[in-house]
């Protein structure tokens, strides 16, 4: 994998950026649960941004790959949204135990 340029690099965070502000402004007369997914899908991008710049790691990926699962269940229930956001938080603790981002 060859390491992406300034130039990319910059692209990539400024739409990433891009994202995260039109989400926030959009967020003003949406559902509530679309905070929390939009927060999440940013947190995929940039675990996806970091690998590019091969800065990733298995904790990473572990929860990148978490997020990728679950996170249109938003659209299904409140109830089954919030058991995957607790489920995630709590998968995030045994991660925060390997300091060098080994698992």
Same mark, same amino acid.
């Given at each position: 994998m060859s390491t992406p340029s300034k130039n990319e690099l910059e692209q990539e965070f400024f739409e990433l950026v891009c994202y995260m502000v039109s989400s926030?402004?959009?967020l003003?007369?949406?559902p509530k649960l679309y905070g929390p997914f939009r927060i999440i899908d940013a947190v995929s991008r940039l675990? +996806?941004?970091l690998r590019k710049m091969d800065l990733t790691s298995p904790r990473l990926?572990?929860?990148q790959k978490k997020i990728e699962e679950?996170?249109?269940s938003v659209? +299904?229930?409140e109830e089954? /949204?919030?058991? /995957?956001m607790e489920n995630l938080v709590m998968s995030l603790v045994p991660l925060m135990d390997d300091r060098k981002g080994k698992t």
């Open positions: 926030a402004r959009n003003i007369p949406e675990v +996806d941004i990926q572990t929860i679950e996170k249109y659209m +299904d229930t089954k /949204f919030t058991t /995957f």
